[in-house]
């Protein structure tokens, strides 16, 4: 019982407008992450959530609980609200030793010494750095401070475990295995876990759930897989996505109820209604693409502009016309520079959005000729 | 439609009922409004009344038609158009502004030039060059007064002859014995740490990447420290300058020993004189005139500096390449160890030394005694006082002295670190700014103008306290007071340096603001506490200016006892009771230095 909803949730640093109108209902257990470019407001909410800041407007339950009523200025301290934080600046206590950092919490309810020492060794093994209890934050390494944040926050077995960006600050191999524990951590705990991060791939490996945010609004809330597959908006699909989605603009017309486009790509029928502007974008993954040294039935002539390998994969930048597209092939491949190549897609992995309003107005559409055997 | 309205009113009536739990629930809300109350009573209220009673007839006024308490210009009129006003006001306003003028540059050139040596070049011994260097910080100001007296004295003016009439038979003439000129060089000697301390600071932050571009660029060395180096440290010399102006136009100590016997006046021993001499008014307006000079020139520099703004300076490795002095070292190096040997060791030795001199002026070694410093007393001598460690009431005055400087800096540390704290942590609150500029306000004050006021204040009862005069509850209260900008300096550098998350990982944990503050904010701020202890004890175990005109004979502090002695003419029994304070002042500086890792360049920064 530890669902967590926002409701209208307001934000102003003064004049300055941070969260617009957030809606976000999170499931008891489930694996949140916030997901958005720097200073969409990711942090923000995560820390109203947490109490450390006051939103102006909006409502904010906890477990069914009323926490925050910004209209009636209602604001319950953060210790009342049964969760807890991972800074991202781990924000550990320099002062205090490992296991001071951890114990601190549990002092405050009044524990008794012996359990909570057996509770902070159980947190302390649980993260795998038992050994490493008598030592002082300055000590540790990077890695080692993290998993001390971490343990900090689980020991009191808070009901919401919130993570600001927990693994922005460790290198690379560090991240994967850390992101490995997180997802263990998350199934033993089974505590509802709300995640910050503006790592895309870290997002669609984690979560259960993820909200995209852009300047202080949510824009959408979906499983990785939808999210992947079919982002709602331009904007999604262009952070979305590595190396990034290729877009192409093109223009349509409207007839018979179905949208019909001419492109580079070939011609096809959307479904769309008639209040769809003339300017649209279309996106295909780089992963969908297909590259044939030889001319192949409806294959896109294209031109080799550059090959860039990166060991595992491999990225082809190919130009029709003016239009420059990226194509992923797995494994190590070489084509001649300018060389002629033909590439095949599957039409129902495309999406079209609307140029004027940046949102979905198509997805897996179909080639034209093949409805055309039905006209 | 009445339900509608009924549901508004319980609306309201909740967000009210909210509203007052989240004022009192929060201590910062509470500890605020506590500040901004006592800094009121201590600091606003003595302001305003002092500035009301100039307005108005005195019991002391001995005019037929003034009636006590009654409304008047005539303290304003005689005081800035009257028969006396050249005297009173204009001449000693005159003398303070030229000294003011005088010291500032001497000083900052001084103390800038003397940092760059030591912490830019090659320069050797810079450790104990730079202890050197801050020793004189560790003085009383009006300790060099008495120095200069020793050597230059003369026995047309002083009595006894000093050393150079001693040594040469001829008595240095009038203006290099007393007046401007020796009050001037005296204060500079004394002030230039300041300048040295602050761009020092600012100097080691500069990262030489900054300067080594611009060299890179083509720029030469010249136009590196035209272009580069001094803009970056003008801060620094702007906030060491309204440091070192707002202190010299408040001097008394200097002005007094140095100008009083030639009767050259500042506007401090104006005040002084006229409170003594039974115009309190005419003090008191003198007083709210220094308070306005100092705070133009301080509005005017913060105006400069806000414009230039260089908050953080500096790349992360902050390992300077330091310059090569060549074939200047070995100059450099005699001017560097002879101005220390003047400023800081010199002086310390010839105090010392005329301290075991039985007939004052008489250098030669059958003069020598310990008389006054562990001598009974002996009729014969020095009016039967006994030596300093016999003497009851150089004793009691010491352990005032103690008392007072202890408890203030304590007190004061602690109200630094409190306030440093609320004005970081919420900043955009109204109540914060009020309190930063509440805790700055001292600083316009310049002591003996803050001393009146408190001594008109505490012979009578303010709102519902008690009495004050007398007692040492006073004084301790105004050197809090004069020390807040101090204190609130070095505890809001430390609080801007812990950051907020550490607070708040322990708010989510669920401790109270109390065990935040204790736990978590109090032992990472140690060195910043100490920082403001050490400040605060320095300047309160050498303070005269501030108490002068408070202390009565149980609550006499050594400083006050030295100027009495100084001033009856038993300059041994004074010189040893300053070497006394030296001597501790010393000693706590070091321990804490050592122990507490303090750095006292943290809270003298001036301005804000
Ligand atoms: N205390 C504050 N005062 C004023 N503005 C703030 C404050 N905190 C955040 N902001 C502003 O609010 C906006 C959202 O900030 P937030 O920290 O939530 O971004 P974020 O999505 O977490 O970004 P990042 O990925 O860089 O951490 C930013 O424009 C930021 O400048
Ligand atoms: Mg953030």
Redesign the interface.
């Known amino acids: 019982m530890s669902g967590i909803e926002l409701a209208n949730v307001n934000k102003y640093f003064?004049k300055n407008h941070v969260l617009k109108n957030v809606n976000l209902k999170i499931e008891d257990g489930e694996f949140m992450t916030l997901l958005g470019p720097s200073g969409c407001g990711k942090t923000t909410t995560l820390r109203i959530i947490?109490?450390?800041e006051d939103p102006e407007i909006g409502l904010l339950t906890i477990g069914g609980k009323n926490i925050v009523n910004g209209?009636?200025?209602?604001?319950t301290?953060?210790?009342k609200r049964g969760?807890?934080?991972v800074?991202q600046?781990y924000?550990?206590?320099?002062?205090m030793t490992v296991f001071e950092n951890v114990s601190?919490?549990l002092e405050?309810?009044k524990m008794k010494k012996a359990e909570i020492r057996l509770k902070v060794e159980d947190s302390l093994q649980r993260m795998q750095i038992k050994n490493l209890m008598n030592r002082y934050p300055s000590e540790l390494s990077g890695g080692q401070q993290q998993r001390v944040a971490i343990a900090?926050a689980i020991v009191?077995e808070p009901k919401v475990l919130l993570l600001d960006e927990p693994l922005s600050n460790l290198d690379a191999k560090l991240r994967i295995e850390m992101r490995t524990e997180l997802k263990r951590l998350h199934r033993d705990l089974k505590t509802t876990i709300v995640y910050v991060t503006h790592d895309q791939e870290e997002a669609l490996t984690l979560s259960t759930r993820i909200s995209v945010f852009f300047d202080g609004e949510i824009v959408q809330s979906d499983t990785p897989q939808k999210l992947y597959r079919a982002p709602n908006d331009l904007r999604v699909a262009k952070f979305i996505g590595n190396p990034t989605i290729n877009l192409i603009e093109e223009t349509c017309s409207y007839k018979n109820n179905q949208l019909i486009i001419n492109s580079i790509l070939g011609d096809f029928f959307a479904d769309g209604d008639e209040n769809v502007s003339d300017n649209i974008t279309l996106s295909v993954k780089p992963e969908d693409i297909k590259i044939y040294s030889e001319p192949i039935g409806n294959g896109v002539e294209a031109q080799v502009y550059s090959v860039l390998p990166a060991g595992s994969e491999t990225l082809i930048q190919l130009r029709i016309g003016d239009q420059l597209l990226t194509a992923k092939e797995i494994g190590e491949v070489n084509y001649p520079l300018d060389s002629k190549v033909w590439i095949t897609f599957s039409f129902n992995k495309i999406n079209v959005y609307d140029n004027k309003t940046g949102k979905l107005i198509a997805k897996e559409v179909e080639e034209q000729t093949k409805k055309a055997q039905f006209a | 439609m009445s339900e509608n309205s009924e549901q508004n009113g319980r609306k309201s009536s909740n967000k009210i009922k909210n509203l007052l739990r989240n004022f009192f629930t929060n201590p910062v809300y509470i500890i605020s409004f506590l500040i901004i109350a006592l800094l009121s009573i201590a600091i606003v209220y003595p302001l305003i009344k002092i500035a009301i009673n100039t307005f108005q007839w005195s019991a002391r006024d001995f005019i037929p038609s003034a009636v006590p308490g009654e409304f008047t210009l005539y303290h304003w009129i005689t005081t800035i158009t009257g028969e006396i006003s050249s005297s009173l006001l204009y001449q000693p306003m005159a003398n303070t502004l030229a000294i003011g003028a005088s010291v500032s540059v001497l000083a900052l050139t001084l103390g800038a030039v003397l940092a760059w040596l030591v912490t830019r070049t090659d320069i050797p011994f810079k450790k104990t060059l730079g202890f050197m260097m801050i020793l004189p910080y560790m003085f009383p100001s009006w300790f060099k007064a008495f120095v200069w007296l020793i050597i230059f004295k003369n026995d047309r003016v002083g009595g006894s002859p000093g050393l150079i009439q001693y040594l040469f038979s001829v008595g240095p003439p009038d203006w290099l014995s007393y007046g401007f000129v020796p009050i001037v060089l005296t204060l500079t000697s004394h002030y230039y740490v300041f300048s040295y301390l602050l761009v020092g600071a600012a100097l080691s932050t500069i990262s030489s990447s900054l300067e080594e571009s611009a060299n890179i660029l083509g720029a030469s060395k010249l136009q590196t420290m035209k272009r580069i180096t001094f803009p970056l440290v003008l801060p620094a010399i702007l906030s060491a300058f309204i440091l070192i102006i707002s202190k010299s136009l408040g001097s008394f100590g200097v002005p007094a020993f140095l100008g009083l016997p030639v009767r050259y006046y500042t506007m401090s021993t104006m005040i002084y004189s006229s409170i003594g001499s039974g115009r309190p008014t005419e003090g008191y307006i003198l007083s709210i005139i220094l308070i306005v000079l100092a705070a133009l020139i301080i509005y005017f520099n913060q105006k400069m500096i806000s414009k230039k703004n260089y908050e953080t300076i500096g790349g992360k490795d902050s390992k300077a390449k330091l310059i090569t002095l060549g074939k200047w070292k070995k100059f450099a190096m005699t001017g560097a160890v002879g101005f220390v040997f003047i400023v800081s060791v010199l002086p310390v030795v010839l105090l010392l030394w005329q301290t075991l001199m039985l007939k004052d002026g008489d250098y030669s070694l059958s003069n020598m005694t310990l008389h006054y410093w562990i001598g009974d007393s002996n009729p014969d001598i020095a009016n039967g006082y006994s030596g300093v460690f016999k003497n009851s009431t150089i004793l009691s005055a010491l352990k005032n002295s103690v008392i007072i400087a202890l408890t203030a800096s304590v007190l004061a540390a602690m109200a630094g670190l409190i306030i440093g704290y609320i004005v970081t942590r919420s900043r955009k609150m109204f109540s914060s700014k009020l309190i930063d500029q509440l805790s700055f306000l001292p600083y316009l004050i310049p002591g003996i103008a803050l001393s009146a006021i408190y001594l008109s204040m505490s012979t009578t009862k303010i709102l519902f306290l008690p009495v004050l005069y007398g007692t040492l509850t006073i004084l301790i209260l105004i050197t809090v007071v004069k020390e807040l900008p101090f204190a609130t300096r070095a505890g809001t550098s430390t609080m801007i340096q812990i950051g907020g998350e550490l607070e708040e990982a322990a708010k989510v944990s669920g401790a109270s603001w109390f065990k935040r503050f204790f736990r978590i904010m109090l032992p990472l701020s140690k060195s910043g506490l100490f920082t403001g202890f050490i400040i605060v004890f320095i300047s309160a175990m050498k303070e005269l200016d501030l108490i002068i005109m408070l202390v009565t004979p149980s609550t006499n502090t050594l400083t006050a006892a030295t100027f009495g002695l100084q001033e009856q003419g038993y300059p041994q029994i004074a010189n040893a009771s300053v070497a006394i304070i030296i001597f501790i002042i010393v000693v706590v500086y070091l321990v804490t230095t050592i122990f507490g890792k303090t750095d006292i360049s943290k809270g003298i920064g001036g301005g804000k």
């Not at chain 1, 209209?71 to 604001?75: N, R």
């Not at chain 1, 924000?91 to 002062?95: E, V």
């Open positions: 003064d947490s109490g450390l209209e009636d200025k209602f604001y301290p953060p210790s969760l807890n934080l800074f600046s924000a550990l206590w320099p002062h601190f919490g405050q309810k900090r009191t």
